[in-house]
């Protein structure tokens, strides 16, 4: 008789948050990118914004362009308004999701429509293999109510932003799923003491990203607001500290291609970024 044996997943890395600012002054912490090494195949950068006050975030993040890559923005709190280059206009209230990808070419603002209050959320920035970068760009706007929040097993809930979760209670497809990088993408809530296991696919790189409360992975504590890059495997055991916790579980298929970042444009050579230039100076995104 053969057993199986699940391979928990350890913690590996962190990459501390970095206060920074982005936009037209717009304040926020950045792990996932904050240098050019601090990359995790297929992710590119994280940014938390979380502000309550004004002056942090009113300027917001004005026209600006992309190519090569989907920015996934996820509401928390307060209510930003999406426009862009090809006349449409979206709104993200608490708890909606932006899947945005750039691909060949996209200019779009990011307007916060609120004048006080908490703004808090997170901005994922997630690669296009190359074969895939010169696609037509596309997005779309995704109510809270349109993600699943379900049960963990072993406590907590989960929101399924994206990919499948496999649990033995059964499966629950998020609102984004498939693709050439397979992203998982879900919001983990768990109460003070649980301890929850959570599949991962394996081969998958993956991450969490604590930002309330506490957590340790294997009985290694958490830093709030840092990426804990975890080593490989099937499933991930969290247990969440006195006060519970709030984290985002975060993995995707790396792509393992060059990566070549010459600002808001993310291609595989640094001719397809002169390219990039040109047809952004031109005024060719959006043909």
Request: proline share 7%.
């Amino acid at each position: 008789m053969s057993t199986t044996t699940v391979v928990n997943r350890s913690l590996r890395q962190v990459i501390p948050g970095q206060p920074t600012s982005d936009g037209a002054g717009v304040k926020l912490s950045r792990s996932i990118g904050a240098a050019p090494g601090l990359r995790v195949d297929p992710f590119l950068m994280l940014d938390e914004f979380y502000t309550d006050q004004p002056s942090d975030y009113l300027a917001g993040f004005p026209a600006h362009p992309h190519r090569g890559f989907e920015t996934v923005t996820y509401m928390l709190d307060g209510h930003m308004q999406h426009k862009d280059n090809f006349g449409n206009t979206g709104d993200l209230a608490p708890g909606d999701v932006q899947w945005m990808t750039a691909a060949r070419g996209i200019i779009h603002s990011e307007m916060p429509q609120q004048t006080e209050g908490r703004m808090r959320g997170f901005q994922l920035w997630l690669n296009l293999p190359a074969a895939e970068k010169m696609k037509p760009a596309s997005y779309r706007d995704i109510p809270a109510a349109q993600m699943p929040f379900v049960a963990l097993d072993g406590g907590g809930q989960a929101r399924v932003i994206a990919g499948r979760l496999v649990q033995d209670s059964g499966v629950t497809t998020g609102a984004v799923s498939g693709g050439s990088t397979d992203p998982q993408y879900y919001d983990l809530h768990l109460p003070a003491g649980a301890e929850a296991r959570v599949p991962v696919p394996a081969g998958h790189n993956a991450f969490v990203y604590l930002y309330e409360g506490g957590a340790s992975v294997d009985g290694r504590a958490i830093a709030l607001r840092g990426a804990a890059l975890l080593s490989d495997g099937e499933t991930l055991v969290l247990r969440a500290g006195e006060s519970g916790a709030r984290l985002l579980l975060i993995a995707g298929k790396p792509l393992r291609e060059p990566v070549v970042q010459y600002g808001p444009f993310v291609m595989n050579t640094r001719e397809e970024i002169e390219q990039a230039l040109a047809d952004y100076q031109s005024g060719q995104f959006g043909r």
